[in-house]
C-alpha cells in the first residue's frame, strides 16, 4: 500500500512537470526532395530544430550548405533520410544537381 501510495505521488509529480518540457521543446521539419526538386523550398524554423531531408525520388542527392559548407549529407539513394540541427539562416543546394536549391530561415 505504502509502495502504490509512493508511486502514485511521483507519477503526479512527474506529470506537473511534463508540461514545462514541452514548452522549451525544438521542433522538428521535414523536406521532400521529389521531382528534382526540395520540397519545401524555403523554411522557417528556430535555432536548434532539426530538419530532415527525405529523399523520395527516383535518383540519387546530397544537401550541402551554400556559404560555408558547414554541412553536407552522404548521398542520399531514394529512400533515405539525412538529419541537420539547424543554428543559422542558409541556403543549400545538391552538390549532383547544382540547380536544385533550398533555403532555412531562422526566425
Known amino acids: 500500500m505504502k509502495n502504490t501510495l509512493l508511486l502514485l505521488c511521483c507519477l503526479t509529480l512527474l506529470n506537473g512537470l511534463l508540461p ?3 514548452s522549451s521543446s525544438l521542433g522538428s ?17 528556430k535555432k536548434g530544430d532539426t530538419v530532415v531531408f527525405v529523399n523520395k525520388d527516383v535518383v540519387t542527392h546530397n544537401v550541402t550548405e551554400e556559404s560555408g559548407k558547414s554541412w ?3 548521398a542520399l539513394a531514394s529512400g533515405e533520410s539525412w538529419i541537420v540541427v539547424v ?10 544537381h547544382p540547380m536544385m536549391k533550398g533555403k532555412i530561415l531562422i526566425e
Open 72 to 74: 553536407k549529407s552522404p
Open 20 to 22: 514545462s518540457f514541452g
Open 87 to 96: 543554428s543559422r539562416t542558409s541556403d543549400y543546394y545538391c552538390s549532383f
Open 29 to 45: 521539419h521535414r523536406v521532400e526532395i521529389v521531382q528534382m526538386r526540395f520540397q519545401p523550398a524555403e523554411l522557417s524554423v
